[in-house]
């Protein structure tokens, strides 16, 4: 077998191919794989077509396949984007492994995944469908954790219309990049960085998880709500601090995304009415993350408003959000 660093591939071939590793390979239906795929043809230093999706393979081309794949020779187009990402997105770690996906392709792989999850998880908010998506989570925050600057591609996947699963995703990716990019160079080495990260995330994603026990009918409601809509509204927060307590869920970053979101500096928040240096760090985040989110999708009763103009708001709204995070949310949205 040739070592695959002797194999001379052009410049620029990867601009429209996927080179695929043998863990990618193994991930596809060994027989009828989910799209076509090439081969690099050393001698005329060209792709041609190995396998064209609708045929099946043998067991010998399987097995020669696997041993092309092994010399890096064997490429997938990335014209077949769409089905490629559907594919790993449900394999997440395969993510880690491919070296060939650019940031912003990674990034609809995590959205994609991820809302996958999370639909899964507030249709049934039980603890097996919760640790698939712990999972998927700690996929997320592993791929960030080699490099903080991964979570600017990741912020721009968000939906454009409101669901439950959509916002939670929203709120997961916006907030990871708030909160990353926050932190001083020595955030990395500090003992429960990387766990303080990962429960952030899976606080932001289960945030609205009260959500869930409010009748659609109520949630989805285009004109004003009656007081005990209302109250069924507002009751979320406590419902889901309940249920994470019900799902044996006991950490604390998680705890307060769920209980402190709809907390405000100026106490006109909710259930508490916390104020100003009653309301946690990570309780702050989760409430700018979650306006912010929930102003830049398209409702039933809203449209859809920029990110810029979303943020500036609650920068206007200094009262009730805290200037420093609401801030740093601009920056990033401006690139800066
Ligand atoms: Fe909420
Ligand atoms: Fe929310």
Not at 6 to 11: F, N, R
Not at 165 to 188: D, E, I, K, M, Y
Not at 311 to 319: H, I, Q, T
Request: overall charge neutral; hydrophobic content about 40%.
């Amino acid at each position: 077998m040739r070592d695959r660093t002797t194999i001379d591939i052009p410049a620029g071939l990867e601009e429209e191919y996927y080179q695929i590793n043998p863990e990618i390979l193994h991930s596809f239906s060994k027989f009828r794989p989910p799209l076509n795929i090439y081969r690099f043809l050393e001698p005329v230093g060209r792709l041609a077509q190995y396998y064209k999706v609708g045929d099946r393979l043998t067991k010998e081309q399987t097995l020669e396949l696997a041993e092309l794949v092994s010399q890096g020779v064997i490429f997938v187009s990335r014209a077949d984007h769409a089905v490629y990402v559907k594919h790993i997105s449900y394999q997440l770690d395969l993510v880690l492994l491919d070296k060939h996906l650019t940031e912003s392709e990674i990034a609809d792989i995590f959205q994609i995944a991820l809302t996958r999850r999370m639909e899964a998880f507030f249709d049934q908010p039980v603890r097996l469908v919760f640790d698939k998506v712990r999972e998927d989570a700690l996929v997320l925050t592993e791929y960030v954790w080699e490099d903080f600057h991964r979570t600017k591609a990741l912020a721009k996947r968000l939906h454009g219309v409101h669901t439950l699963a959509a916002h939670a995703v929203n709120c997961a990716l916006t907030g990871l990049h708030l909160f990353v990019s926050g932190q001083p160079a020595t955030f990395r080495e500090g003992r429960t960085a990387r766990t303080g990260l990962d429960r952030l995330v899976l606080g932001l994603l289960l945030h609205d998880l009260g959500m869930t026990r409010v009748p659609a009918l109520i949630r989805d409601k285009t004109k004003p709500l009656l007081p005990d809509e209302m109250q069924k509204i507002r009751g979320h927060t406590l419902s889901g601090y309940e249920m994470l307590a019900r799902l044996d869920i006991k950490f604390p970053e998680m705890e307060r995304c769920v209980a402190e979101h709809h907390e405000r500096l100026d106490g006109s928040g909710y259930p508490q009415k916390l104020t100003v240096g009653g309301i946690s760090e990570t309780g702050l985040l989760a409430g700018v993350v979650d306006s912010f989110c929930a102003m830049i999708t398209k409702r039933i009763h809203a449209e859809a408003m920029e990110p810029l103009v979303a943020a500036k708001k609650l920068l206007d709204d200094g009262r009730r959000y805290p200037a420093d995070l609401v801030k740093r949310l601009i920056a990033g949205l401006a690139g800066k």
